[in-house]
């Protein structure tokens, strides 16, 4: 497949993210949730950077430039994108837990405040289980296809594992490695939590 032209590709993302919007794979889990995690960046990428998902780096925008600059300058290129594995951030909640209340769609308001508690919500950030991942991973696949990077860098074991093994690639080797998967060059990396100028460093065009 070509690459499309910006005009496409912001057709096919918007449509991408209203589908996203829409999804009802994890019906417990979008209750808390105000809305999904989008990628982020030039629409016609010559490096895409996937993370797991959002969490107190990838939220951080300093820390999320001082990254893509990062890579900007390995990559000798501004044309970066980023984007989630995960869409919706599982959390646990106690509240939700021990509430026998039943209320009908989201339990937060615009405002992030939980309507079970009457406060902001105070859910922890938790790891996705492999069925929410697996729920999401078909919308992280079609990104990919639509944006068709040069490469794309997988921060993280997690995210290595399933964007690989989705590609058909299952020799799948710890640390920095290169892999090829139509016309795309797959690159795994330590983890958003990990990466320094060090790590910038030893990844970069084959």
Known sequence: MERGT???NIKRIIYL???????QRCPRLIKCMRKPSF???DLEPDVMMIFESENN?????????AMRDMI???????RVY??????CQPKACTARESSSCIIEGKYLDKDYVCLLTNQVCDGIPIKASTTEIMNCLPFMLEEINILRPYYVILFGEIVSSYILKSCGVYDIHDGQR????NGITLITTVDEMSFNAEAAASIGPA
């Open 6 to 8: 910006r005009e496409q």
């Open 17 to 23: 993210e209203d589908r996203i919007n829409q999804c």
């Open 39 to 41: 990628g982020k960046g």
């Open 57 to 65: 780096i990838t939220t951080d925008m300093d820390q999320v430039i």
């Open 72 to 78: 900007k300058e390995r990559f000798d290129t501004d």
């Open 82 to 87: 980023h984007s989630f594995l995960v869409r």
């Open 178 to 181: 290169s892999y090829k998967y």
